[in-house]
Structure formats: structure tokens, C-alpha cells
């Protein structure tokens, strides 16, 4: 399938990825480029070892096509580009763009996936399942839509949640700049991350592939809080030794004592709300991802540490929803009395105040766009 992407002549396939890039009009992947570029240099990583270029404007002068692009990333010269399959391919024509519309729409969250994993050469984390993980918040990070679509588009990665909040519990425990510049190859994992966290990953993913066998190598993606756990854990100085996968999904974590970071804390939050409002399908062998105002109420439980609501009436999503509650908010939540909150959002736009009230810990609200209500 590398081969048909990269080499073959059918269309629609030949010239979405091989008509020469048109920059000035792929705004949405000229600024997760130039995002992830920014976010190299804030973590002190030269973008040339990462990405191949000194800047973004660089890059995008050396890529003259998608296939010239992808060829250069970490899985380009071994598999083919994620949702450049022909289903995919054949569900963006029929949207009917012209190509350098369709390439900034359906290719900007894919190719964004792609150089997330950085330069083919690097070291990539053991074990396979965390480094996708982190590869999946970074994108998150740099262009939220990877995840959480705009209102009318369906470009998101399908389930991207699952990963990408295991990445986001990594970074919320040893710091953006520290994960950012083990995943880029400049400091070594050992060095950049606790030795103990980094010894107890590598054994459970090894205990956990053993007892699997997956030929992709990932754990189990709709499980993600064991592995939240012990990124917490780690984080808060928690022993780890003697741990299973079992074990950290039961681990107590509202008590925990992460270094502050509240402006981080809020984006889980938000992130939290946004996982509970996707709508996923699969049309015609592609799997789509939309933005829509959840069905059910969404749960915010501080014992748990846990956001959560009803599975959506899809046949694509074989279990309910579910994200990381920040320690810190659960604990405001608590020294406040609030056991749990219930959430009936109105509008996608109301999430971001939503998720503010939720992070202030503040009594139950009522507005035209939702409604909070605080259980003592």
C-alpha cells in the first residue's frame, strides 16, 4: 500500500500526493507546522535533528509535494501514510474540493501525525504503545483539531483520545520540555524522564505484549488508565517497583501532589470535554470523527479522577468514553465538598467555559449554553 501511495498512477490517489503543494493556500497545515517548529525551539531542540529544516518556512520550501514530505518522516520508508488508504482517499474526492483544499483539509491532521514522530533515525520510547501516546498529544498540542474537530469538519483521528491523553499525562508529569526533547532524540529517555518510570514502562509494556501478542504492538488503546497512572505516580516521586497494569488502574490518584501547572491543568480539562463530545462513523471503509453536543450527561468524578459519559449509539465505539480528571482539580473539588459534577453541555462553543467553572471547582451554574450541577 506504501508503494501504491507513493508510486502508482490511479487517481484520485496520483495527484493528491504528488501535484506540487500550493503553501499560501494550505493555511491549516502551514500553522501546525509553524506550531510545531515553535513548540521544538521552546523545548530547546533544533528543528533541523527533529524535522530536516531550520525553520518551517525551510521546510516548506524543500516539500514540493505530500509524497516528498512523507517519505522524510519516522514510518515514511516503511508504511503507508495514515488515512491516505484508498477508502480515504475516495471519500475525500467525493467531497468534491479541488486537491490543494482537499490536501489542507483531509491531509492536515494525518501528515501532522506523521511529523510528531520526528526524524526517521530517532529513539523511539519503549515500549511502541507510549511513544504512540506521545506522538498523539503532541499533535494534540500543536493543532487540537488532530483530535477535536471544528464544528463542521470530520478530518479529526479517529479515537485519538485514547492515545493522546496517556501522552498528555507524560508531559503533565516531567514537564512539555522535557518529554519534547526525549522524543526528538536530543537527550536520551533514560536521562530526560525518571530512570524508575522509564524501567517500569519498558517492563510492563514488555509483560503486557507477551501476554497479548499484538501485531502492532500497543496495549490495549481503550484502556489508557493504567498507563495515566503511572505517569502520575511517577510524577508525584510515588514508588513504582512491584507494579502491574492492574495494579495502577486501581491506584488512588486524587490525592496525588503533581508541581503546579494550572494553565496545563485546565487544557486536560478542556481536552476531558472535548473527548466526550465526538460523534465517530465509518463511511464507506473511512472512519470519520465530528464534534457534537454529547447525548448524555458527562460525569466528573474527583474520587476517580475520571470524566466520563454514555457510549454514543455507534458501532465503531465498543465502549464509553473516558479521561483523566488533574489531581489538583480533584482535590479543589473535594475541599469544596463537591463529590461529583454532572454536565449538560448545549453547544460545543460552551466548552471552554465549562471547563473553566469545572477547574475553579465553582457551585453548580446554569446558562443558556449548559448547565453544571454540583452533587455534595
Not at 508529569?173 to 518529554?179: D, Q
Not at 471547582?361 to 448547565?371: G, H, K, L, M, Y
Request: a negative charge.
Amino acid at each position: 500500500m506504501r508503494i501504491a501511495q507513493l508510486a502508482s498512477t490511479p487517481e484520485p490517489g496520483a495527484t493528491l500526493f504528488h501535484a506540487p503543494l500550493d503553501w499560501p493556500r494550505l493555511p491549516r497545515l502551514s500553522t501546525a507546522i509553524d506550531r510545531l517548529f515553535a513548540t521544538l525551539v521552546d523545548a530547546g531542540v533544533d528543528p533541523t535533528r527533529a524535522l530536516g529544516a531550520p525553520s518551517s518556512q525551510a521546510f516548506r520550501a524543500r516539500t514540493p509535494t505530500v509524497a516528498s514530505l512523507y517519505e522524510r518522516t519516522h514510518y515514511g520508508s516503511l508504511m503507508p501514510l495514515l488515512y491516505g488508504y484508498p477508502a480515504d482517499v475516495a471519500y475525500f474526492h467525493s467531497r468534491g474540493l479541488d486537491v490543494t483544499a482537499t490536501i489542507d483539509r483531509y491531509f492536515t491532521t494525518p501528515i501532522t501525525h506523521e511529523l510528531c514522530h520526528f526524524a526517521p533515525d530517532r529513539e523511539a520510547f519503549s515500549p511502541p504503545h507510549l511513544d504512540e501516546c506521545i506522538a498523539g498529544w503532541l499533535g494534540v498540542h500543536v493543532h487540537p483539531e488532530f483530535a477535536y474537530p471544528e464544528v463542521g469538519y470530520d478530518d479529526a483521528i479517529y479515537a485519538a483520545p485514547w492515545l493522546s491523553q496517556v501522552g498528555q499525562a507524560i508531559a503533565r508529569a516531567f514537564g512539555i520540555g522535557s518529554v519534547i526533547r526525549a522524543h526528538a532524540g536530543t537527550a536520551t529517555w533514560d536521562t530526560a524522564l525518571p530512570a524508575e518510570f522509564v524501567e517500569t514502562a519498558r517492563r510492563l509494556g514488555w509483560e503486557d505484549w507477551r501476554a497479548r501478542r499484538t501485531l502492532h504492538f500497543l496495549s490495549d488503546t481503550l484502556d489508557p488508565a493504567p498507563w495515566v497512572a503511572l505517569a502520575l505516580l511517577a510524577g508525584a516521586g510515588k514508588p513504582l517497583a512491584g507494579h502491574t497494569l492492574a495494579t495502577l488502574a486501581a491506584a488512588p490518584l486524587a490525592e496525588l501532589a503533581l508541581p503546579e501547572d494550572p494553565r496545563f491543568d485546565l487544557a486536560i480539562v478542556t481536552d476531558a470535554l472535548r473527548a466526550m463530545s465526538l460523534d465517530n462513523a465509518c463511511i464507506e471503509g473511512s472512519f470519520r470523527a465530528r464534534s457534537r453536543v454529547p447525548e448524555h450527561a458527562i460525569e466528573i468524578d474527583p474520587i476517580a479522577c475520571r470524566v466520563t459519559t454514555e457510549r454514543a449509539r455507534s458501532s465503531i465505539d465498543p465502549v464509553a468514553p473516558s479521561y483523566w480528571l488533574p489531581p489538583a482539580i480533584a482535590q479543589r473539588m473535594a475541599a469544596r465538598g463537591i463529590r461529583r459534577y454532572e454536565l449538560r453541555l448545549c453547544a460545543i462553543a460552551a466548552i471552554p467555559a465549562a471547563a473553566a467553572a469545572i477547574f475553579d471547582a465553582t457551585p453548580s451554574v446554569t446558562s443558556e449554553s449548559f448547565a453544571l450541577v454540583a452533587h455534595p
